[in-house]
């Protein structure tokens, strides 16, 4: 069930459910949305549900080259027109393909903390980078999950407000569409309007 982490066995094992958790939760708000759906900007934002999708997708493989230090990274941003263009589900894209993109960079944060024995582990700072501090060295792989999981949350809230802006669809609704879970006298699924039978 998406509305709570299951039950964690340890410190590595709770990070990387609360993070998958997250991660889920982001995704129910794309939950039955067309491209076109997941490419508009209803609010007063330029945030699209596809591309906070995108974003967090691209900034989660962003932390693992840095957490590994990758002599080439997977992520190059070579200015601010990149930056942005990671905030934005572009019309040669889909919202299948953003997902899936989003799978992948799952197994492999997956992947690579398991190869990780201690979650203590420095991962230095970069530098040249204004909202990164200039007076702490290295945070830790422990940090750096608990960032993602901090990063997700807060781009998933926005999806929420994003995806009800879209076509009222909002996060339990959307969960027991998601879910499968059976209709009650306090919560239906959420249907696309051409489904919805009047009352």
């Given at each position: ?14 990070l990387?459910a ?6 889920r939760?982001?995704r129910?708000a ?6 076109e ?10 945030l ?8 967090v997708a691209?900034t ?6 840095v957490?590994l230090?990758?002599e ?15 905030f934005?589900?572009?019309e040669?894209e889909?919202l299948?393909?953003v997902?899936?993109f ?8 997956e992947?690579a ?11 230095p ?7 990164y501090?200039?007076?702490?060295a290295?945070?830790s ?26 076509d009222?669809?909002t996060?339990?609704?959307l ?11 306090w ?8 489904e919805?039978?009047p009352?």
């Open positions: 069930m998406d509305g709570n982490v299951r039950p964690i066995a340890d410190e590595r094992d709770g990387l609360y993070l998958a958790q997250q991660r939760v982001l129910i794309a939950h039955g949305l067309t491209d759906q997941a490419r508009a900007t209803p609010t007063a934002s330029t699209s549900v596809g591309g906070l999708i995108k974003h691209t989660e493989r962003g932390w693992m080259d957490m230090q990758r080439e990274p997977k992520v190059v941003l070579s200015g601010p027109e990149d930056y942005l263009a990671a934005r589900l572009g040669d889909t299948a393909g997902l899936e989003y799978d992948l960079v799952a197994r492999e944060t992947e903390v398991a190869g990780i024995e201690d979650l203590g582990r420095p991962v700072v970069p530098q040249g980078v204004p909202w501090p200039k007076d702490v290295a945070w792989v422990r940090w750096v999950l608990f960032h993602l999981i901090e990063e997700t949350a807060r781009h998933a809230g926005h999806a929420d407000i994003i995806r009800e802006h879209v009222g669809g996060a339990f609704p969960m027991a569409a998601a879910e499968g879970w059976p209709a009650t006298p919560l239906q699924p959420w249907q696309p309007e051409s919805v039978q009352a």
